[in-house]
């Protein structure tokens, strides 16, 4: 893996989080050098399971010029408050408008169909999304990993091995 020094890549989650789809993209930038910001509509702290961690942003501060890459974490609680969220929706949508990386693991791609972001779009994600990411207008395939131009999507926490190195790859082309 290569180096991520200067780079500062935005974590958007709220409550109900898949913690390794949260830690593991997490630990992977900050082992690379580039510096983690959690972004999330609470204020203080977010929680997943048995794990919680800081809030370091609110979403409605939030800008994604400030950032070099944004990292969806899934968890279906997680997933379905953030698109309801239209900070957040917005926030997302920023990243696509300025051709930024994005990238988005487990239930996190129905922040991708809110953003109106998902036509045209290779994509993978859980696979009970396929038929809401279809209706989108995303092409949707079953595989570990599916990188279109700087969205990088993957399906479940086992691909993390893969999503993790596909974020740095990209952060650092």
């Not at 709220?14 to 830690?23: F, K």
């Not at 794990?51 to 370091?56: A, I, L, T």
Request: net charge negative.
């Amino acid at each position: 893996m290569s180096d991520l020094q200067g780079r500062r890549v935005a974590f958007l989650v709220t409550n109900g989080y898949e913690p390794s789809e949260l830690y593991s993209p997490w630990d992977t930038v900050v082992e690379n050098g580039g510096r983690a910001v959690l972004v999330s509509p609470e204020s203080d702290e977010v929680s997943g399971k048995d794990h919680s961690q800081k809030v370091d942003l609110n979403v409605a501060d939030a800008n994604a010029d400030e950032f070099d890459a944004l990292v969806l974490p899934g968890g279906t609680k997680n997933a379905d408050q953030l698109r309801m969220n239209k900070d957040a929706v917005k926030f997302t949508k920023a990243f696509f408008d300025a051709n930024k990386t994005v990238a988005s693991i487990c239930h996190a791609a129905w922040m991708l169909a809110e953003a109106d972001v998902a036509q045209g779009r290779n994509m993978t994600s859980y696979p009970s999304l396929q038929t809401d990411l279809r209706n989108a207008g995303a092409h949707w395939s079953d595989e570990e990993l599916v990188v279109d131009g700087n969205l990088i999507t993957s399906r479940t926490p086992k691909d993390l091995p893969a999503f993790n190195e596909a974020i740095v790859n990209k952060l650092t082309e």
